[in-house]
């Protein structure tokens, strides 16, 4: 199998290419400009001969005959989107827009990284599907909660009306391995600055929730999603419903990783969602997804991930 990773060496992407390729008759073709991920998370695939890389921005149309296309290409983390709103706008939608050009032209199976952002600052708890969301079109998320909410309106279009085979999901917080030390998210940060026994920042009071997956339990998911009949076109969320607030993280990480850092806490940033947990009842009942990793077992993999990011640099 012919397959297309956009994103391929950012967070999800690496993690996403080096699954694909544990399959010998995969051959995985990587796209990345670099804007967020790095190549440190693709060396060991670039040993292999069934991997490529190729360096390329997805808002210029670029033709390779493909049988399977994931398009996970895009800044993820406020602290990256929000340094660039309008390539993350346009990488949402032309990039989103030449994929699905790409995957008519050869007939491909399309999946598109949509995100739990699409429900904005969410009135309806748990969010189902059938949620329209609550989203502000000119805050400092806006370029990529509606630059996904548009990529997925691009995907029904383009299924729709050109029978392309799209599917759509909206992956809920995840973390592990190759999530960039300086990525500003929260498990990255709160591990980075634990694990130095620096303060640790909470923002707002803490008690806002999130509900966080480990990332081979995302992977599973994105695999299940893209082996299911061409029926099943979502959106259909992924993630862990396993919710619990910033405060309650915060410590969990401290005790963890036996660290002496102290919690100290900064203003919330604008339109931080103040709680957010997956229903997974579709993902179960139209895949069988279930996630399997406690978040305790994957913030223990994820120190292990850091820490040898910190031995490294020592030894380099
Ligand atoms: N957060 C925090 N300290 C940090 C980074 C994030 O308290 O150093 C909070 C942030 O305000 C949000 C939650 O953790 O409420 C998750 O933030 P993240 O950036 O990981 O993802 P998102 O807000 O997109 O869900």
Redesign the pocket.
């Known amino acids: 199998m012919k397959i297309l990773v956009t994103g391929g060496a950012g967070f999800l992407g690496s993690n996403l290419c080096k699954k694909l390729l544990e399959n010998q008759e995969n051959n995985v073709i990587c796209l990345d400009n670099f804007s967020s991920g790095k190549k440190e998370n693709i060396l060991e695939l670039m040993h292999n001969s069934r991997f490529k890389l190729i360096e390329h921005d997805i808002t210029e149309y670029l033709d390779i005959e493909v049988e399977q296309i994931y398009n996970a290409a895009c800044e993820?983390?406020?602290?990256f989107y929000q340094s660039h709103h309008l390539r993350t706008f346009e990488t949402c939608i032309l990039g989103t827009k030449n994929l699905l050009e790409l995957a008519k032209k050869y007939n491909a199976k399309f999946i598109q990284f949509s995100t739990?952002?699409i429900y904005g600052n969410p009135l309806q708890h748990p969010q189902h599907e059938n949620y329209f969301g609550n989203v502000n079109t000119m805050g400092v998320?806006s370029c990529y909660d509606e630059g996904k909410r548009a990529a997925e309106t691009l995907c029904f279009i383009y299924n729709k009306e050109y029978n392309v085979r799209t599917k759509v999901i909206r992956i809920f917080?995840t973390?592990g391995p190759n999530m960039r030390e300086d990525d500003?998210?929260?498990?990255?940060?709160?591990i980075s600055?634990a694990i130095r026994n620096e303060d640790?920042?909470?923002?707002?009071d803490?008690t806002?929730t999130?509900s966080l997956c480990y990332v081979d339990d995302l992977i599973d998911g994105i695999l299940k999603m893209m082996n299911s009949s061409d029926d099943i076109i979502g959106p259909i969320n992924l993630g862990n419903n396993y919710e619990l607030t910033?405060n309650e993280?915060?410590q969990k990480v401290i005790e963890l990783t036996g660290s002496t850092s102290k919690i100290i806490y900064?203003p919330?940033?604008q339109d931080?969602?103040i709680k957010?947990k997956p229903s997974l009842e579709l993902a179960k009942e139209l895949l069988g997804y279930v996630p399997k990793i406690s978040i305790d077992e994957g913030i223990k993999k994820t120190i292990q991930y850091y820490n040898s990011l910190k031995t490294t640099s020592k030894n380099s």
């Open positions: 993820a983390s406020p602290k739990s952002e998320r917080n973390f500003g998210r929260v498990i990255s940060s709160f600055k640790i920042e909470v923002y707002g803490g806002q999130r910033m993280l915060a900064k919330l940033p931080d969602p957010r």
